[in-house]
């Protein structure tokens, strides 16, 4: 869906991720953000993101480094 759509439909938007779907915002056909639920299945974020780190996950399967390299084991820059 187009910026221009989801502006004029947004209430309706927010009444379809109330019901667990996913919204998708597209400029010129390109994907830029999507409008998500936020987690109602009993268990908070932080449940969440401790669960995954209990696992050993990170929370962001995203993120690519966590800088490590740069620092010695002081915590200072190398």
């Not at 915002?25 to 953000?33: M, N, S, V």
Request: aromatic content about 6%; glycine content about 6%.
């Amino acid at each position: 869906m187009d910026i221009a759509e989801a502006a004029e439909r947004f209430e309706e938007l927010i009444d379809i991720v109330l019901r667990d779907d996913e919204v998708v915002i597209c400029r010129a056909g390109d994907p830029i953000a999507a409008i998500v639920p936020i987690s109602q299945n009993g268990q908070g974020t932080w449940d969440e993101v401790w669960a995954l780190a209990l696992k050993g996950r990170p929370a962001n399967t995203h993120q690519t480094s966590n800088h490590d390299e740069l620092y010695d084991e002081n915590g200072l820059p190398k």
